[in-house]
């Protein structure tokens, strides 16, 4: 492990030159979306007849930059890769010695994200126009989508964890706007907010592993960041390390963060694909293996984020295995996926180039699973309930080649995209001394075997089988705006994995961070790629037993322990209700009552006094003249006495 | 010596109780002046018996104070009479509301 400390401290430390060329227009892609949102929502309805035009154009303009730059990049030696663009300096160097520049690193991991995030974006823009089409509030839900897209950017070019935070906010904003875009029902104005108040949770670790940069190397610029860590000691690389991972469980909904994933569905469908599914939720991923000199330094650090990655990943599985609400069993698959990416992320230099190529291949096939999805509610008149469904394949042929694309690329089916991610972190998993290996190993492989079975099972409820429809739904392939991009997907399901591997993609990213350390997983490769697909074909021929050769009841059987458990989200709201939101809420009402009785109570008594003295004393004054008289002889007989008293 | 300052306190106990006790402005302000008088009926036999002036001196201060007293008192009280019909002290509560 020593040399690829020294690899990856090495690669970091390869100065950044000044962005030139097209590589030096990269910002417009987050200022051209930005200028895009605000123009939308501020020229409010006039901009109502076209502006899902030009919500459509940015992120399409935004990928021709980051194509041009992209091919500028590729004419750079490989160690020359690291571009920085500064904007602006945002805080001047003051006594404190905290100095930020508002700056822009364009290296090949960032670059990756962009193109990722401006391709897939632009395709599922184009999908929405002709989705939200019947919506009132088209132009509203793309400035939105453009908000979404220039934070995404803002996040992954970002120079230094500041700006990373700014962008890490404004995707937790547009995610919270889309998840409740049809806030007109309660119930999906509440998962928005659910979203928003776990993802600031997770905001809290971005805060604390900041401050911690902050106190301890008086940066948070990434290279100057980095290269402190390098010397920092194991302990304060394991704090930031554990911070970072509470962050990126927040925006990733990984393990114990993860319960807004499944209520985030609420949005609209093209929202679930390029945010759900395929960009936001990954930039987890992204400050892991952008952190990864931290976690080098720290050891426990990484086996937590692979323990978290490991947990999720079978969590998901779990829960999707038992959903019958199609948006929810994808978003089950996405949080278990995801927990591939983090267990790859984890494993450090091993599995850090195979997390980033997943998270590229998972972004293609699970935007274009839940366009799918979205072209069936489309279809069914927004009914999600697969159990409603069934031999749709004859009635939307395009829509079943397409999600079985999807289908057999998240299978890990070679040759598609999936197989040549997933095989390579499972093999990645295995790979380390003692019994750490055997065990992520496993829980890998087995985590295969039951995304096989989940997503076999909803396949085949959906399009085999015999029609359960509702006898409203009148079954019928969607416009071409929507068929297209679920066809640009599909193709990207099929050939993204083969084309990054024989494109030699993790030596792409191998100056940023560090090349691929093989390492010798405990099994022979040949055999863990077996187990896999032997499990993958074991997980498809059960879920053709269960929900193909057998009719699907139209109502959910009462099922066991387990299923139950599973259809409730393995209890996690239940869980997070008793140990988070009751203790809250009882140290709410406990405010309340202190405030009631102890703030305003001595206020109360104050003036409860006063009145009650008042009272007493009022009886003096009782405007009698006699009685005053009386008193000022009693009060010369006082002093008197006391004058007498005072002289015997 | 003695009796004089008997009289004396019987005279200005008379005089305290009739302001305590009556109600008719009238005598409660006789009243006052038989404590005044009770007042100056002590100063003079003091000054007598100390054969200092002063206290006799006070005693006519007191009468031509008392005198002035009386103008503006039966003053009061005779308008008061006017307007509420009543010389009753019980009853002058004005300035109480």
């Known amino acids: 492990m020593t040399h690829t400390v020294a690899l990856v401290t090495a690669a970091t430390e390869v100065a950044a030159a000044p962005a030139t060329g097209a590589i030096a227009l990269m910002p417009l892609v987050v200022a051209i979306p930005l200028t895009s949102a605000a123009i939308l929502l501020l020229a409010g309805r006039r901009s109502d007849r076209w502006g899902h035009l030009l919500g459509v154009a940015t992120p399409i303009a935004g990928f021709a930059i980051a194509l041009a730059g992209l091919i500028d990049m590729l004419g750079h030696p490989a160690d020359g890769r690291s571009f920085t663009a500064v904007l602006f300096t945002w805080i001047p160097d003051s006594p404190g010695g905290l100095a930020v520049e508002a700056a822009m690193r364009i290296d090949p991991l960032s670059l990756s994200f962009v193109l990722l995030v401006t391709f897939v974006g632009a395709l599922i823009h184009i999908y929405s126009i002709a989705y939200m089409a019947h919506d009132a509030d088209r132009r509203r839900f793309f400035a939105y989508l453009n908000l979404f897209v220039a934070a995404m950017c803002l996040l992954v070019l970002a120079d230094s964890f500041a700006v990373l935070f700014v962008g890490w906010e404004g995707v937790g904003l547009a995610s919270y706007l889309l998840i409740g875009f049809w806030n007109r029902r309660t119930q999906y104005a509440v998962a928005a907010k659910k979203a928003f108040i776990a993802n600031r949770i997770g905001d809290v670790g971005l805060l604390v592993a900041m401050g911690l940069m902050v106190a301890n190397f008086g940066t948070l610029d990434f290279a100057g960041v980095f290269a402190e860590a390098g010397e920092a000691s194991t302990g304060l690389a394991t704090?930031?390390?554990?911070?970072?991972?509470?962050?990126?469980?927040?925006?990733?909904?990984?393990?114990?963060?993860?319960?807004?994933?499944?209520?985030?569905?609420?949005?609209?469908?093209?929202?679930?694909?390029?945010?759900?599914?395929a960009t936001m939720v990954t930039a987890g991923v992204y400050l892991v293996v952008r952190s990864l000199p931290i976690y080098v330094q720290a050891p426990t650090a990484r086996l937590v984020v692979v323990i978290v990655g490991a947990i999720t990943l079978v969590f998901g599985a779990v829960v999707g295995a038992a959903k019958d609400d199609m948006k929810k069993v994808l978003a089950a698959s996405t949080m278990s996926q995801i927990g591939y990416m983090m267990l790859a992320a984890g494993l450090g230099p091993v599995g850090a180039a195979f997390a980033i190529m997943h998270l590229l291949t998972h972004g293609f096939f699970k935007a274009g699973l839940f366009l799918g999805a979205g072209s069936v509610m489309h279809a069914m008149g927004d009914q999600v309930d697969a159990r409603r469904f069934g031999a749709l394949r004859r009635a939307m042929p395009i829509t079943w080649v397409t999600f079985m694309a999807g289908w057999l690329a998240i299978l890990g089916v070679p040759p598609f995209a999936g197989f040549w991610s997933k095989d390579?972190?499972?093999?990645?998993?295995?790979?380390?001394?003692?019994?750490?290996?055997?065990?992520?190993?496993?829980?890998?492989?087995?985590?295969?075997?039951?995304?096989?079975?989940?997503?076999?099972?909803?396949?085949?409820?959906?399009?085999?089988?015999?029609?359960?429809?509702?006898?409203?739904?009148?079954?019928?392939?969607?416009?071409?705006?929507?068929?297209?991009?679920?066809?640009?997907?599909?193709?990207?399901?099929v050939a993204l994995g083969w084309v990054l591997s024989a494109t030699g993609f993790t030596g792409w990213l191998a100056p940023v961070i560090g090349p691929a350390d093989h390492g010798d997983p405990v099994l022979h490769v040949p055999v863990i790629t077996v187990a896999t697909?032997?499990?993958?074909?074991?997980?498809?021929?059960?879920?053709?037993?269960?929900?193909?050769?057998?009719?699907?009841?139209?109502?959910?059987?009462p099922g066991g322990r387990l299923v139950r458990a599973a259809r409730a989200d393995l209890y996690q709201d239940a869980v997070n209700n008793e140990l988070l939101v009751k203790p809250g809420g009882a140290v709410v009402t406990a405010a309340a009552a202190t405030d009631t009785y102890v703030v305003d109570g001595a206020v109360r008594g104050v003036a409860w006094l006063a009145v009650a003295v008042g009272r007493v004393v009022r009886l003096v004054q009782n405007g009698y003249v006699r009685s005053y008289a009386a008193t000022m002889v009693a009060g010369v007989i006082v002093l008197v006495a006391v004058v007498l008293a005072w002289r015997v | 010596m003695t009796p004089y300052i008997v009289l004396s306190a019987v005279l200005f106990v008379i005089g305290a109780t009739t302001v305590l006790v009556r109600r008719g402005a009238i005598v409660a302000f006789m009243g006052i002046e038989l404590m005044l008088n009770a007042a100056n009926l002590a100063f003079v036999a003091f000054a007598r018996q100390n054969g200092d002036l002063n206290g006799q001196v006070i005693a006519f201060f007191v009468m031509v104070v008392a005198a002035a007293e009386v103008v503006v008192g039966l003053a009061i009280i005779v308008s008061l009479f006017r307007a509420r019909r009543t010389v009753s002290v019980d009853d002058e509560n004005l300035l109480r509301h």
């Open chain 1, 533 to 557: 697909l032997v499990l993958v074909a074991a997980g498809v021929a059960l879920a053709w037993r269960m929900y193909a050769a057998r009719p699907v009841p139209v109502l959910p059987p």
């Open chain 1, 239 to 277: 704090a930031i390390g554990l911070a970072l991972l509470l962050a990126a469980c927040g925006k990733s909904a990984q393990f114990p963060l993860q319960s807004w994933l499944g209520d985030a569905m609420a949005g609209p469908t093209p929202v679930s694909a390029l945010i759900h599914a």
């Open chain 1, 424 to 493: 390579r972190i499972i093999e990645a998993a295995f790979v380390g001394d003692g019994a750490a290996p055997w065990v992520f190993g496993t829980v890998a492989l087995l985590g295969a075997g039951m995304t096989a079975f989940y997503m076999s099972r909803l396949f085949f409820m959906v399009f085999q089988g015999k029609a359960r429809w509702t006898d409203d739904a009148h079954p019928h392939e969607p416009s071409p705006l929507m068929t297209g991009p679920m066809i640009v997907l599909a193709v990207g399901s």
